[in-house]
């Protein structure tokens, strides 16, 4: 029947996407963009209430990160369409580390929040444009919503991890640097893992006449 024949295609798709290196390091960076966003959601209002910053601090920065990340996610959904969606990629991820690892670094104050809140909002979302769009590029758009959902099962997970993690982290050291220092970590790894993808398109195989 068609349904069976359209079950059967889908099967065949999910199959050759497990077996796709460029799916699974996909995969894999979009933990890592869970990772960042919602431990720094979850976790920066207590962050900046430890280091006794003003009580409007927390509020703002979460405001300023939602708008820059319109700004950053409509920059980088138009680059995907003129240049190397992969790379782009890896650049979002590698510079999450360093925006992390230079707000970490630098003395705490009300200008470096704002301007922690300003970058990363920047870089905040701009992945998912990139990501759903390399899905599609090499597996066509037929069974996109499904990959895509896969893709992003991964990047909840990553954000349950990192929202767990950093508050038994705090509840044990009384610190968030560990889990600083493991999002860093993790952006130079997902900025590694995407320059091997290869974004040429998989080719639909062609179903055998019935003899």
Same mark, same amino acid.
């Given at each position: ?5 359209? %079950?059967?295609?889908?099967?065949? +798709?999910?199959? =050759? ?10 995969? %894999?960076? !979009? ?10 959601? &979850?976790?920066?209002?207590?962050? @900046? !209430? +430890? ?9 703002? &920065? ?5 708008? +820059? ?24 991820? $590698?510079? =999450?580390? /360093?925006?992390?690892?230079? *707000? ?11 301007? *922690? ?5 920047? @870089?905040?979302?701009? +992945? ?6 390399? /899905?599609?590029? #090499? ?7 499904? @990959? &895509?959902?896969? /893709? $992003? ?6 954000? *349950? ?7 038994? #982290? ?13 999002? #860093? ?5 997902? &900025?590694?893992?995407?320059?091997? #993808? ?11 006449? %019935?003899?």
């Amino acid at each position: 029947s068609a349904r069976r024949e359209q %079950a059967e295609s889908l099967l065949q +798709t999910l199959n =050759r996407a497990r077996r796709h290196s460029g799916y699974l390091y996909l995969t %894999a960076g !979009f933990y890592v963009c869970g990772f960042h966003v919602m431990f720094i959601m &979850a976790h920066l209002p207590n962050y @900046l !209430f +430890t280091l006794e910053m003003p009580s409007w601090l927390p509020g703002t &920065a979460i405001s300023i990160i939602g708008i +820059t990340n319109l700004m950053g996610t409509l920059l980088f959904g138009w680059l995907g369409d003129r240049y190397s969606k992969k790379y782009l990629l890896s650049i979002l991820y $590698f510079l =999450r580390s /360093v925006v992390i690892a230079g *707000f970490i670094s630098l003395p705490i104050s009300e200008l470096t929040v704002l301007a *922690f809140s300003v970058c990363i909002g920047f @870089l905040w979302l701009a +992945t998912v444009p990139l990501t759903n769009g390399l /899905v599609g590029q #090499i597996f066509g758009i037929k069974y996109l919503a499904t @990959l &895509a959902g896969i /893709v $992003f099962a991964s990047h909840q997970l990553g954000s *349950f991890t990192s929202i767990w993690i950093g508050g038994w #982290i705090f509840d044990q050291t009384g610190s968030y640097d560990l889990v600083w220092q493991i999002s #860093i970590g993790l952006g130079i790894l997902a &900025a590694l893992i995407h320059l091997p #993808i290869n974004e040429t398109p998989l080719k639909t195989p062609v179903p055998q006449a %019935a003899e």
